[in-house]
């Protein structure tokens, strides 16, 4: 795995795993969001700028997870909770939070 930036205050650098997993590797994780229950991917160096041949990486790795998770589905990559540590979420076809949300 290369050097990557970490914020040790950051939530999504500590990577916890507090919801369930789906996919791991040295560009990024997946794991069910904590406040919609969708797919989120996560890259693994704090920033706002992925390079695009790693944003191509998550992209394909999140659809595949989204796919089987939601079926159809659309990528939201508004990081409304954490600006500065760059995700997306897969959302449902038509809807914003996951199958297992109480919210929904």
């Given at each position: 795995?290369?050097?990557?930036?970490?914020d040790?205050?950051?939530d999504l650098c500590?990577?916890?795993r507090i919801?369930?997993?789906?996919h791991e590797d040295d560009i990024c994780w997946i794991a069910e969001c904590?406040?919609?229950a969708t797919p989120m991917v996560?890259?693994?160096s704090h920033g706002t700028a992925p390079p695009?041949?790693?944003?191509?990486?998550?992209?394909?790795?999140?659809?595949?997870?989204a796919t089987a998770e939601l079926g159809?589905?659309?990528?939201?990559?508004?990081m409304r909770n954490i600006p500065d540590h760059f995700h997306a979420h897969a959302r449902p076809a038509g809807g914003f939070f996951g199958p297992r949300s109480s919210r929904r």
């Open positions: 795995m290369t050097d990557r930036l970490l040790p205050s950051c500590e990577a916890a919801s369930p997993w789906f904590t406040i919609c996560v890259w693994r695009a041949h790693e944003l191509e990486h998550m992209a394909a790795r999140l659809a595949e997870v159809d589905h659309w990528i939201d990559g508004n």
